[in-house]
């Protein structure tokens, strides 16, 4: 069974940056198209960035040019780098693991970001 545990949320000041962190395990970690999202206070779930088994990455307009993806796939880990870190963000992210043939998506707990003054 999919596990995905995410890591490295918290209260940051506007301007600041954050690391975030997705552990996998019970899958074939490289060859999954893997996601970050987020939900807002009383907004949708929204696509924050992609990476797929390529390494080819994709991101919202909202955080191009101040979020980076990657993963790593010798340690089951993917990451999100945010920079210039706005009120706006500030939401809950979850990291996923697309769906693969039968094998349905999976989604982690979440971690909080804040981002106040």
């Known amino acids: 069974q999919v596990q995905l545990v995410e890591s490295g949320g918290g209260l940051v000041q506007p301007g600041g940056s954050l690391r975030l962190s997705c552990a996998a395990s019970?899958?074939?970690?490289?060859?999954?198209?893997m996601g970050w999202y987020r939900q807002g206070p009383g907004k949708h779930r929204e696509l924050v960035a992609t990476?797929?088994?390529?390494?080819?990455?994709n991101y919202a307009d909202s955080v191009t040019g101040r979020f980076t993806i990657s993963r790593d796939n010798a340690k089951n880990m993917v990451y999100l780098q945010m920079n210039s870190l706005k009120p706006e963000d500030t939401a809950v992210y979850h990291c996923?693991?697309?769906?693969?043939?039968?094998?349905?998506?999976?989604w982690g707990q979440g971690t909080q970001v804040t981002v106040s003054s």
């Open positions: 990476i797929n088994s390529a390494g080819t990455t």
């Open positions: 019970g899958s074939i970690f490289s060859i999954y198209n």
């Open positions: 996923k693991q697309d769906r693969r043939g039968s094998n349905p998506a999976a």
